[in-house]
């Protein structure tokens, strides 16, 4: 999904027994893990396993989030009505698979967020070699890449932003807007960096408009404003100071109006 970007593993897990196949979990490992990822500026993770609730790791997941990460886990592949831990934390986004075909037959949930392609996925294997593989486990870093995808367009997005750039983009599947079953929809890589790549031209392209706020706070009226405006070139309603608005000409009215007001 990303082939560019780089990618680095951090082991929360370890064998039972050492050298076995069966893996175990300490939760100050997986915390641990997730610390390093955030103090060595990681942007994205994903963890494609899942475990007993632990409050460590849930803090560390909490604090990692507050500190700009984004992260990613697979609700699991039992086919019941709930996500298994730590994709039910609200600071990560849940991941279900779905066939080609738009099938879901794995966990789904309140806190799901979205679905990702999960049925014969090459994946890299133990010996060097690769398999096909279904379920969460192979849809959740699909997700993750798509993340990683729009960051790679300009690294200056928050994590909270590009997160919302995945849910105004998903493709909607099921009952229609957000639904238990497939979350906020199938992530679409594609609308996601267009939407990305929008709103960074519309934000660099009103960067150097005279006026008298201070920098931070000209900064986040230009790309709040942009980033609705670009919705709005995407096929999208938006909403501009509070105002729902839903063609070029009036997001365009809005946003010179914030503009020229700083």
């Known amino acids: 999904v990303a082939p560019a970007c780089r990618v680095a593993s951090a082991s929360g897990f370890g064998d039972q027994p050492p050298g076995g196949s069966a893996l175990i ?3 100050r490992w997986f915390a641990s893990a997730l610390d390093w990822a955030s103090t060595s500026g990681k942007r994205v993770t994903n963890n494609s396993n899942s475990f007993s609730s632990s409050s460590t790791v849930t ?7 507050a500190a700009g990460m984004i992260h990613f886990s697979s609700a699991g592949n039992q086919g019941v009505a709930s996500l298994n831990y730590p994709a039910s934390l609200s600071d990560v986004m849940a991941v279900t698979s779905v066939t080609s075909w738009g099938v879901q037959t794995n966990n789904y949930g309140s806190g799901l967020d979205f679905a990702a392609p999960g049925l014969d996925i090459a994946t890299t294997f133990i010996g060097s070699s690769y398999v096909l593989a279904s379920g969460t486990s192979v849809a959740t870093p699909y997700a993750a890449g798509v993340a990683a995808l729009v960051l790679s367009v300009d690294s200056i997005f928050t994590n909270t932003e590009v997160e919302q750039i995945l849910r105004d983009t998903a493709t909607d599947m099921g009952a229609p807007g957000y639904d238990t079953t497939f979350g906020y ?4 890589a594609a609308a996601a960096v267009k939407l990305a790549m ?3 031209e519309l934000a660099w392209s009103q960067a150097v408009v005279p006026g008298t706020l201070a920098p931070a706070a000209f900064n986040n009226i230009v790309k709040t404003a942009s980033y609705e405006f670009a919705k709005i070139l995407s096929g999208a309603s938006a909403s501009i ?3 729902t608005v839903s063609s070029a000409a009036d997001a365009e009215a809005m946003l010179n ?3 020229s007001q700083g």
Do not use: R
Request: no cysteine.
């Open 25 to 27: 979990v300490q939760s």
């Open 59 to 65: 803090s560390q997941y909490a604090a990692t989030h």
């Open 241 to 243: 100071a509070g105002v």
């Open 198 to 200: 929008k709103t960074t």
């Open 257 to 259: 109006s914030s503009l």
């Open 185 to 188: 929809g199938l992530v679409n």
